[in-house]
Each structure stands twice: as C-alpha cells, then as structure tokens.
Nanobody, 120 residues
Framework: QVTLVESGGGLVQAGGSLRLSCAAS????????MAWYRQAPGEQRELVAI???????RYADSVKGRFTISRDDTSNTAHLQMNSLKPEDTAVYYC??????????????WGQGTQVTVSS
C-alpha cells in the first residue's frame, strides 16, 4: 500500500508565499509523475502543476511564473513553492502521484489535501 501525505498549507496574506510538501511512502518501486491539484469550494478539481520523470513540467496558466514544482526521487517527495499568492489561489491542494508498486503495477494515488487560504 502507498500513502501520500501533504503538509505546508495555511493562511497567508496576498502577495505572500507558502511551500507545500508531499511525501510518498509504502511499497514503492518507482514514481512516474507527481502533481498538485486544487479544488476551491463549488469548483472542479484542477491541475496546478505536474512533473514527469524526465523533469518536464506543466503548469496551469493561472499559476505560471508564480508556482514552482519540484521533486526529490531519493526521498519520494514533491514540493510546490507558491509565491505572489492571490486570494483566488484559495483552495484545498491535493498531491497526486502515479506510482509503480513492487508488484510492477501502476496506480494513481491522492493525498488527503491541505488547505491554503489567501486573505486580501
């Protein structure tokens, strides 16, 4: 079994910064992509940033230039550095990872979510 645990959310004023972390643990053989999604109240969950094994990245247009995704495969962690935060960034942020377990099957996993609130 694999679990993803997020940390680093909280309350910040507009213009501030937060750094989210996601730690994957369990029976992991390898990790394919790691990504961050977010869901605001009444909205659909949307992709914020994704990083593939070749280190290629993709960002939502709304966060380009402000957010940076990174990953450390030695510790099976991913981070999302969020700068110049805006009130519209307020949401629950979820870590997502596509992981190959020791049985050599790929599954998509989700963390429990961490709240980010940006005050104006």
């Amino acid at each position: 079994q694999v679990t993803l645990v997020e940390s680093g959310g909280g309350l910040v004023q507009a213009g501030g910064s937060l750094r989210l972390s996601c730690a994957a643990s369990g029976s992991i053989f390898s990790i394919n992509h790691m990504a961050w999604y977010r869901q605001a109240p009444g909205e659909q969950r949307e992709l914020v940033a994704i990083m593939h094994t070749d280190s290629s990245t993709r960002y939502a247009d709304s966060v380009k230039g402000r957010f940076t995704i990174s990953r450390d495969d030695t510790s099976n962690t991913a981070h999302l550095q969020m700068n110049s935060l805006k009130p519209e960034d307020t949401a629950v942020y979820y870590c997502n990872a596509n992981i190959m377990g020791v049985g050599r099957y790929n599954f998509n996993y989700w963390g429990q979510g961490t709240q980010v609130t940006v005050s104006s």
